[in-house]
């Protein structure tokens, strides 16, 4: 028989099983699970941009900044930036290997071919992560380093947000990154439960709603902070 | 009623193919597809030319023989219904059909429609069975199965083999196929001795066959003759994940022994 | 030619297992020397294989489709009979091989039909523990349902997939074997020679469809699996592929075919719509528990049913069958409603039709009962007619459905040509003139996992076999006679199909020796028969050539055979001057119409030996002797 095996991580017997599809569909599911549970922290941290500044006359947010480049010395964030890192890298690998090997599955295409069941969401997965990918370059240079800021302070981070996004053009690609993630989150949530096999017939709506509200919340949460800065909202 | 096909016709595996239209005038809507077909190629082979070639047995959508995407749906528009259960009515009077065979590189084309579905009993060949000889077998009652388990075990095997989730995924992923026949064995008391090597094994030899990966797009459920459910999908992951951490160590020992 | 059953002595109970004391036996180490060649993978075909690789034996298995999971096994809905008597209802091996004698109207042998029924419980055990997911109870335990008029329920079923069930659980034990490398499969090979070394069957010539190659293979022992040759009607409940190929060919080479006119017509199939017409689809006879049958009592009735009175009604299985009514045997009611199409009653565009009216039964037990029942059903009818079974009565017609007749073969399921073995629905065995619902997926398992892998060891014991190569004469002679035959289909050149011929053929083989068969009907089919042949081999028309797949091809090749087994019924049917289940000779019936056997004179299996082309068959009979149980006359009245 001809098996084009196409063999991706390793093919020594004691990992092969890492390079089975399900393996890596694993591997993204994981991943994407940390990404998401830091989308949903990052945005709670972020929304404090609406608070006014505290007592000591130092905004909420810068506060909240402070405290985590502070704890554990300094050490924590980059534990978790180490651990960010890595879960995209190993996202991203899986996301690669997987959509490699499902383009050389149909080497010859269909004249014509309707949808039935697949969503916008699922059928787009594989250009609205690489959006959420750019859309994390711009923004690390945009607000962590500042290259791309009008006006970046160090530390000053409800003074970078407010005057970062109330610029049209920054504002405007945040608006739009953050429907690319929401999207992405849509399908992602419920395809992670199928591949983590948490599915029930009896709770497939319960899936979808999941997927839904949740994806909802981070696109709603996050979105409102631009507009705010555009609108001028944003207590300065 | 009138229609008019666009068909893809190829000669061989190895020739290139290309669409050819024809024009079918007599079509009665009581006809099925394939008896539509039939008088197509009737006229084909008077006039001398080379009838469309296109698998079929039972002609009642239990074989699975028949393999065709209709207007960009395997098996064509109607829900739950083969190509040979397909009735003319279910298309407009002048209608213009598009015919193309399953594509997937793990389903090279034999001739026009027909395609090479051995991979699926490899697939089989790799665990999707229990171990038991002939003669070896306790009595039928001594292992009671419980009724919701039997039906669900019935609706997984309810599977025709046809491809044609293959045909619709995306991705050309045959997670569908091979997670009905894990999934009927493993609700079964006969399948548990087997379960872990036989979805550790039948996944290996569905990734070395070439099928895409399963983005959990759900086009195969729709396209599903027997509406086999995503839940086994679901099921088959489960047990897999189970299955490599259980016996990681021995994966690689059960696989080659199941493969040999 | 001489036909010896080899019937074991001793009592009906103890025969099977003091022969199989009897039978030599090939010692394990020396099972892996041994080839078989199984031809067919269906139910019959694939426990076969599977079972005699699990025993060591080198098997290479041949099928047409492109898997062998798609045998026409895959079809079969009602479900398969076993002595289990789970329902402790009274049932027993003996009742249930009384049962199955006397439906097979006293022309079948006690002794085999008694090891069928023995063994039938077996079969349940084995494809329950291969994951066969039967029908339950909410105990856990096995459900039953009574079938095709039984009086005890001892059907086993799976949903309406019974057949597919059954065939998955053989072609997965098949399957393993080819995984291990114990057997070696050849999908999309058609046999189309039998080769035979001095009077031995030492192997087959194929056909790769795919690439065209004619290949021989050779083995120490031959298995013909190759299922019914029902599609001689053109128009049946077949599978389009069935065909009766290999059994012609094995015919040729001086196998006895035995009673070739013992065809089954299954009452509830849905009607012809039209001459483009390719297959019928069967209906669960189990409809009839509910349904009411009935025509318009006037001719040329064209009214819609629902308009028709009720005293302008003829129920007629009702009026004749009073105590049986709708639920009389398979064979009267598909003649009842030959009778009333002919009389000009008949219903639907085609008048080739009965209603099959549910109003009463909705009427007095509710539509979601109905709906419960039978609601997949309706909806597979509706698929197929458009017409909604609900509101409007449906409409039925008989089908040819089934081929008792087949391959003579004796207690070792071994036939004439020594070597050659046929199991399954292609040997005549155990259904005598009629088949009971749910009796041939039973013989087709009983035949491959219990009792060919034991009686083959005793041919390979005991058989002196000289080695044969691919370059021995007699293969290539085979090899040259398959080459000639496609070349000559091929360049005949004529400007008919053969669907066209096949469609001819068919519509001749049921008027004439269908529901119901005279001498003059016959006589005049064995007219017409021969000049149709001769039309075949002048005017045929085959598109391309024998290198690739070639679907006209192959079509061609069967139905040139069908011609010539067609041609074999008529003359069978002929000569048995009796009526006896399927076979209804109009002269010899009692006064209300109920087939009338003639013990005297018939009481035997007619088995014919091929003489040559020109020559007519020789029709050598083997007498059935009944030690066991006594000849009654059916009676349904
Ligand atoms: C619609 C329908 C419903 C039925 N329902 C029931 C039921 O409920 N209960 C019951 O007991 N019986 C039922 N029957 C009858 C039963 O299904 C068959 O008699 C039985 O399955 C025959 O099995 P088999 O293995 O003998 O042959 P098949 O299953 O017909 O297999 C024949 C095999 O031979 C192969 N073959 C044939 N010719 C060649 C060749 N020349 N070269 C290579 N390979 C060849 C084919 O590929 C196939 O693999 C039903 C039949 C029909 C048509
Ligand atoms: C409107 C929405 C968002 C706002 C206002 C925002 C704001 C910020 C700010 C101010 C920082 C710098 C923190 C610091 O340097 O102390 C930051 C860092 C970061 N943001 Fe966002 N962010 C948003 C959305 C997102 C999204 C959707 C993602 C990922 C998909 C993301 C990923 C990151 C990452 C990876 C960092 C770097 C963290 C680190 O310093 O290691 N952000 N964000
Ligand atoms: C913060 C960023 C991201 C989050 C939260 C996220 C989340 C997820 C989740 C939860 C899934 C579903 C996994 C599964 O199917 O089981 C997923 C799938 C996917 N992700 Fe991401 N992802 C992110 C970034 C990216 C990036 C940068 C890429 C770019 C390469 C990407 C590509 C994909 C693809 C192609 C899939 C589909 C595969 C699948 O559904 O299995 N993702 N993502
Ligand atoms: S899962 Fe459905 S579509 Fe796929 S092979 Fe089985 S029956 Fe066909
Ligand atoms: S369509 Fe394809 S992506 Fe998965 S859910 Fe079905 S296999
Ligand atoms: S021909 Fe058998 S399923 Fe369509």
Redesign the pocket.
């Known amino acids: 028989m001809e098996a084009p095996a196409r063999v991706t991580l390793t093919s020594t017997r004691i990992f092969r099983p890492l390079a089975s599809t399900i393996a890596l569909?694993?591997v993204?599911?994981v991943?994407?699970?940390?990404?998401?549970g830091?989308?949903i922290g990052h945005m709670i941290g972020n929304l404090q941009v609406y608070l006014p500044r505290g007592a000591d006359g130092v905004w909420a947010l810068d506060a909240y900044g402070k405290f985590l480049h502070e704890i554990g010395h300094g050490g924590a964030i980059w534990i978790a930036r180490a651990g960010l890192l890595a879960a995209?890298a190993m996202?991203?690998a899986?996301?690669?290997t997987?959509?490699r090997r499902s383009l050389d599955a149909r080497p010859v295409g269909y004249r014509q071919w309707k949808a039935k069941q697949s969503t916008y969401a699922?059928r787009t997965?594989?250009i609205?992560?690489?959006?959420?990918?750019l859309f994390?370059v711009y923004h690390l240079l945009h607000l962590t380093i500042g290259s791309v800021h009008p006006d970046y302070i160090q530390l000053g981070v409800h003074h970078n947000v407010t005057t970062g996004l109330a610029q049209p053009l920054a504002g405007g690609v945040y608006v739009i990154a953050m429907l690319g993630?929401g999207i992405?989150?849509y399908?992602?949530?419920w395809?992670?439960?199928?591949?983590?096999g948490l599915a029930h017939p009896r709770h497939e709506r319960l899936r979808r709603a999941i997927a839904a509200v949740s994806s909802a919340l981070v696109v709603l949460g996050n979105v409102s902070i631009p507009i705010a800065a555009l609108c001028g909202w944003l207590p300065v | 009623m009138k229609i008019k096909l666009n068909v893809w016709r190829q000669r061989s595996r190895a020739e290139a193919g290309s669409f050819e239209s024809y024009a079918a005038d007599d079509v009665s809507e009581d006809m099925s597809f394939l008896e539509m077909l039939d008088v197509v190629n009737e006229r084909l082979t008077t006039e001398g030319k080379d009838p469309i070639a296109f698998d079929h047995d039972c002609r009642e959508g239990i074989c699975g023989s028949c393999s065709i995407v209709i207007d960009g749906r395997p098996h064509g528009p109607k829900d739950r219904t083969t190509a040979c259960q397909l009735h003319m009515r279910s298309f407009p009077d002048g209608a213009e059909i598009t015919l193309e065979p399953w594509r997937a590189g793990a389903f090279p084309i034999v001739k026009d429609l027909v395609v090479d579905r051995s991979a699926f009993d490899r697939i089989i060949q790799a665990g999707g069975f229990v171990s038991v000889p002939t003669g070896s077998a306790v009595d039928g009652n001594a292992l009671p199965i419980e009724k919701e388990n039997a039906d669900l075990a019935m609706d997984a095997a309810a599977c025709i083999g046809c491809g044609a989730c293959v045909a619709a995924c995306p991705n050309a992923s045959a997670m569908l196929f091979t997670s009905a026949k894990i999934s009927q064995l493993a609700l079964l008391p006969q399948g548990q001795p087997e379960r872990w090597r036989r979805v550790l094994s039948m996944v290996e030899t569905m990734d070395e066959e070439g099928f895409g990966?399963?983005?959990?797009h759900g086009e195969c459920m729709a396209a599903c003759p027997k509406s086999i459910s995503l839940d086994n999908i679901a099921r088959m992951n489960r047990d897999w994940m189970r299955a490599a951490l259980r016996s990681g160590r021995r994966a690689g020992s059960t696989t080659e022994s199941a493969a040999d | 030619m001489k036909l010896d059953p080899t019937i074991p002595a001793g009592p009906l109970e103890t025969k099977w297992d003091r022969h199989q004391l009897e039978m030599k036996l090939v010692s394990p180490a020396n099972k892996r020397k041994y080839r078989v060649i199984v031809v067919g993978t269906g139910l019959a075909g694939a426990s076969a294989a599977a079972t005699m690789a699990e025993s060591g034996y080198q098997v290479s298995a041949y099928c047409f489709q492109d898997s062998p999971r798609r045998a026409h096994s895959i079809a079969a809905q009602g479900g398969i009979n076993a002595a289990k008597n789970y329902q402790n209802d009274g049932d027993s091996v003996y009742r249930l091989f009384y049962d199955t004698i006397k439906g097979g109207d006293f022309r079948a042998r006690e002794a085999n039909v008694y090891r069928l029924a023995q063994t039938s419980m077996k079969i349940i055990d084995q494809c329950v523990a291969q994951g066969v997911p039967f029908a339950r109870e909410y105990g856990g335990v096995l459900a039953n349902r009574s079938f095709g008029g039984a009086q005890v329920s001892r059907t086993f079923y799976a949903r309406g997939q019974t057949g597919q069930q059954l065939l998955l659980g053989a072609y997965s034990a098949l399957q393993r074997m080819v995984g291990l490398g114990r057997v070696r499969m050849f999908a999309r090979h058609e046999m189309l020679e039998l080769i035979v070394v001095n009077g031995v069957a030492r192997g087959i010539v194929t056909r790769d469809l795919v690439s065209g190659e004619v290949r021989s293979h050779v083995a120490d022992a031959v298995v013909l699996a190759t299922g019914g040759y029902g599609n001689v009607f053109y128009l049946s409940t077949n599978a389009k592929g069935c065909n009766t190929t290999a059994n012609w060919r094995a015919y040729k080479h001086g196998a006895a075919f035995a009673n070739p006119c013992f065809t089954q017509i299954h009452p509830t199939c849905i009607p012809v719509s039209g001459d483009y017409q390719s297959k019928l689809t069967l209906m669960s006879e189990s409809l009839r528990n509910d349904g009411r049958i009935w025509v318009p009592k006037q001719q040329g009735d064209k009214r819609q049913p629902q308009t028709i009175p009720e005293d302008e009604r003829d129920y007629y299985l009702e009026r004749k069958y009073p105590s049986y009514g709708n639920l009389a045997p398979r064979d009267i009611a598909s003649r009842a409603a030959k009778e009333a199409c002919d009389s000009g009653r008949g219903v639907g565009r085609t008048g080739l039709g009965v209603y099959l009216d549910f109003a009463s039964a909705i009427e007095r037990l509710g539509e979601p009962v109905i709906r419960e029942r039978y609601g997949n059903l309706f909806e597979m009818y509706e698929r197929i007619t458009a017409e909604n079974p609900y509101t409007t009565p449906m409409r039925i017609f008989p089908a040819t459905h089934y081929t008792m007749g087949g391959l003579w073969v004796d207690y070792n399921l071994m036939s004439t040509i020594p070597g050659l073995h046929v199991i399954g629905e292609a040997n005549f065995s155990d259904h005598g003139a009629n088949r009971l619902g749910a009796s041939a997926l039973m013989q087709g398992l009983a035949d491959g996992y219990f009792i060919l892998p034991h009686t083959i060891g005793h041919w390979l014991a005991t058989a002196k076999l000289e080695d044969v190569t691919t370059d021995h004469p007699a293969v290539k002679a085979a090899e040259a006679a398959v080459a000639a035959r496609t070349q000559r289909l091929l360049s005949i050149g004529g400007k008919r199909t053969a669907a066209s011929f096949h469609r001819e053929l068919g519509q001749i083989i049921w008027d004439e020796c269908g529901l119901a068969r005279n001498a003059s009907g016959l006589k005049s089919a064995l007219e017409r028969l021969p000049k149709l042949r001769e039309e075949f081999w002048h005017d045929l028309n085959v598109p391309g050539d024998g290198a690739g797949l070639n679907q006209s091809l192959e079509r061609a090749g069967r139905v040139a055979d069908f011609l010539e087994l067609g041609e074999l019924m008529c003359l069978d049917a002929l000569k048995r001057e009796e009526s006896c289940g399927g076979h209804f000779r109009v002269e010899h019936q009692t006064e209300d119409g109920e087939a009338l056997r003639d013990d005297e004179r018939f009481c035997h299996v007619a088995a014919w030996e091929y003489a040559g082309d020109d020559r007519d068959p020789i029709r050598h009979t083997e007498p059935l002797r009944f030690d066991f149980v006594n000849l009654a006359q059916r009676s349904y009245k």
């Open positions: 569909k694993v993204m599911a991943t994407g699970l940390v990404l998401f830091f989308v995209l996202h991203i899986a996301a690669w997987l959509t699922s997965m594989r609205s992560g690489p959006l959420i990918f994390v993630l992405h989150l399908h992602g949530i395809s992670l439960m199928q591949t983590l | 990966s399963c983005t959990n």
